[in-house]
């Protein structure tokens, strides 16, 4: 099992660096965080953690920077790599409970991030396995970047909000005794977007932004990264689609409170809830 330590070192920063031009490609200096930034955050309150194999050879990071959301201090988390390698071994949850504990001790209650939301398997970690929820969505926010694996589709994320101390956190990963259970309701949501078969790929169909349920369900492809490859317009096609139908949900006051994944049917699914009357 992979070892994992606070980076404290300019020499941490830099194995960080190489990490990060290896697990996201980067040609453009710009995309990289560079060894002098990460040394000064983690000096004034930033998180900087690294795994390291049996061999003393880094395999994953994750990096937060000190923010203050409405006043209060948080942290941002930025980046979170892992090595081809190393993805099965479930290090990617186990470097966020990590940063989650370096977080408490600080005595700080709230991480933020953002990542992809038609990325099914990030999804299926931030919901299913840390509790997250969101209610921001955020257009093109990184512009156009050099990594291989976003591949010219408009940069649009999720702002995930990890509430460390709340009780459905602490069931999901594991620190609160207890089966997690949805309200039987969530199985009779109806689908905002059904997707139909275009040969080897899913494409979405017409949404309806103006269903007037407590709970919808938004539907994503499994493999997107493979799509922005192989099918580029149709993985544009679903970028816009699902754009169009978070923000029209989150402006009434939904959020995404989890998501469903089903390998089998090669589809994930989003469940968006709004607060009960009077809640």
Known sequence: MSLIRPLTTLEDCRLVVALEKEVW??????????????????????????????????????????????????????????????????????????????????????????????????????????????????????????????????????????????????????????PWMRDASVGSAPVVNPSRQAGEWLAPMPGRPDLDARRVLVEIPVGFTEMQAQAPDLAIEWRMATRRIFQAYFARGYRAVDFFLSRESGRGQYLLARPAPGA
Do not use: C
């Open 25 to 178: 490609g980067y040609t453009d200096a710009e995309d990289v965080v560079p060894a002098p930034i990460l040394i000064v955050t983690i000096k004034r309150g930033g998180i900087l953690l690294g795994s390291f194999d049996e061999a003393g050879a880094m395999n994953g990071f994750v990096y937060s920077i000190p923010g203050l959301k409405n006043g209060r201090p948080m942290q941002w988390s930025h980046m979170l790599g892992v090595t081809a390698a190393a993805r099965s071994a479930n290090l990617g949850t186990r470097l966020k409970l990590a940063q989650r504990e370096a977080t408490r001790a600080m005595g700080l209650d709230l991480i933020e991030w953002t990542y992809d939301p038609l990325q099914a398997m990030n999804a299926h970690v931030n919901f299913a396995k840390l509790g997250v929820v969101v209610e921001e969505y955020e257009e093109n926010i990184y512009g156009a970047s050099s990594s291989v694996l976003h591949r010219g589709s408009p940069t649009d994320r999720f702002v995930a909000e990890w509430h460390l101390n709340e009780p459905h956190v602490e069931r999901r990963t594991g620190e609160r005794a207890g």
